[in-house]
């Protein structure tokens, strides 16, 4: 099957710092990628939306000057949070659609990101 | 607003029952359905999805149910086994949008 990976898988950064998660699919070209934020014990919340070459789609309510959003190539899409606080605290996971299929089961998800802003 | 909620937080099953995990929807536009197992720590992986246009779908060892008239979705799950255990998320597609929302999840317990 179809591999996405996330790096890194647990990041503790301070107060005040920026932070890069990086989104890779590892044997397929993602045209698109998203970006999801889950809360201990709570579902994942779509963040944004990333498209290869164009500027991210943002979800109403989530910063763009703050989650920075950057999908260069095919397989990369990296996720910057921004002058970090503790409140940014959270699992993030991202998630790969394979280029040329619109059906969900073609996108497949990372392993996940735990920052903790301490 | 659009939301996909699970009936019930916490499911607790003996090994080797069947398992159900109920989902309601309330976008009548979404298109398509899917079920995410989720371990700790963790993302989500794929176990089974479902067309807005069947009512029923079975995989190994799992089920999907859609029932559109009430806007309710399960997973069924066969002869529960300790691996089972995890959070289970329903996601819906909205029709319109094309994004991914998901449930609120269930944790299925499996006791030896």
């Known amino acids: 099957g179809a591999v996405v990976s996330q790096h890194p898988s647990r990041v503790i950064c301070k107060s005040g710092t920026s932070v890069k998660i990086e989104c890779r699919s590892l044997?397929?070209?993602?045209?698109?990628m998203f970006w999801y934020r889950q809360f201990p014990k709570q579902s994942l919340m779509l963040m944004a939306t990333s498209n290869e070459g164009s500027k991210a789609t943002y979800e109403q309510g989530v910063e763009k000057d703050k989650f920075l959003i950057n999908h260069a190539s095919l397989t990369l899409s990296t996720l910057t949070v921004t002058s970090a606080h503790p409140e940014d605290s959270s699992f993030y996971i991202c998630?790969?659609?394979?280029?040329?299929?619109?059906?969900?089961?073609?996108?497949?998800f990372g392993q996940g990101t735990r920052l903790t802003v301490v | 607003g659009e939301s996909v909620g699970l009936h019930l937080p916490t499911l607790s099953v003996q090994e080797g029952d069947n398992s159900i995990i109920n989902c309601a929807y309330s976008n009548s536009a979404s298109d398509y359905f899917i079920w995410y197992k989720q371990e700790s720590g963790k993302g989500p992986q794929f176990i089974i999805d479902i067309r807005s246009n069947m009512d029923k779908r079975q995989g190994q060892r799992v089920t999907v149910l859609l029932n559109k008239t009430v806007k309710h979705l399960s997973l069924q799950i066969a002869a529960t086994q300790p691996g089972d255990s995890a959070v289970y998320f329903c996601?819906?597609?909205?029709?319109?949008?094309?994004?991914?929302?998901f449930g609120q999840g269930t944790t299925l317990q499996v006791k030896p």
């Open positions: 996601a819906e597609r909205g029709g319109n949008t094309g994004k991914l929302i």
């Open positions: 044997d397929f070209q993602a045209t698109t």
């Open positions: 998630s790969a659609r394979r280029t040329g299929f619109s059906s969900i089961t073609e996108a497949f």
